[in-house]
């Protein structure tokens, strides 16, 4: 049988840096390591903890004492980025002006033609 728990640990810091020097440890220092070209940055190791461990640990009641790498809880209020990508920003599927007028030129054409046959209807508004 287990030892019952006797309460007079300390509580756990929230927010503090870990000094240790291990591969996995996000707050590691990367300046002066033997053999390694390219450490791992912060982001990576996340991610791979994150694919290691994905469940929060809890204590006999259920409440939660380490959230899972993902759960990560912010004080309200608190601004957050996104990372400035162009792939976030940017239009997707739009076409120029004189490509559109194409279309819909060609597009009026072989509807009049009896010998075309168009297969699909489109959603788009088509002026002909």
Same mark, same amino acid.
């Given at each position: 049988?287990?030892?019952?728990? +006797?309460?007079?640990?300390? &509580?756990? !810091?929230?927010?503090?840096?870990?000094?240790?020097?291990? +591969?996995? *440890? &996000? $707050?590691? &220092?990367?300046?002066?390591?033997?053999?390694?070209?390219?450490?791992?940055?912060?982001?990576?190791?996340?991610?791979?903890?994150?694919?290691?461990?994905?469940?929060?640990?809890?204590? +006999?009641?259920? !409440?939660?004492?380490?959230?899972?790498?993902?759960?990560?809880?912010?004080?309200?209020?608190?601004?957050?980025?996104?990372?400035?990508?162009?792939?976030?920003? $940017?239009?997707?599927?739009?076409?120029?002006? *004189?490509?559109?007028?194409?279309?819909?030129?060609? #597009?009026?054409?072989?509807? !009049?033609?009896?010998?075309?046959?168009?297969? !699909?209807?489109?959603?788009?508004?088509?002026? #002909?």
């Amino acid at each position: 049988m287990g030892k019952p728990p +006797s309460g007079t640990n300390a &509580p756990r !810091k929230e927010g503090r840096i870990k000094k240790g020097r291990h +591969s996995m *440890n &996000p $707050d590691r &220092p990367t300046e002066g390591l033997k053999g390694v070209s390219r450490p791992r940055t912060k982001g990576t190791i996340k991610r791979l903890q994150m694919y290691r461990c994905f469940k929060a640990k809890r204590n +006999s009641i259920g !409440k939660i004492i380490s959230p899972a790498p993902f759960q990560g809880w912010v004080p309200s209020g608190t601004r957050s980025r996104v990372e400035p990508n162009r792939k976030w920003f $940017d239009n997707t599927r739009v076409i120029s002006q *004189n490509a559109l007028q194409k279309f819909q030129e060609e #597009f009026g054409k072989a509807i !009049k033609n009896p010998y075309d046959v168009i297969m !699909k209807p489109t959603i788009c508004q088509l002026h #002909f």
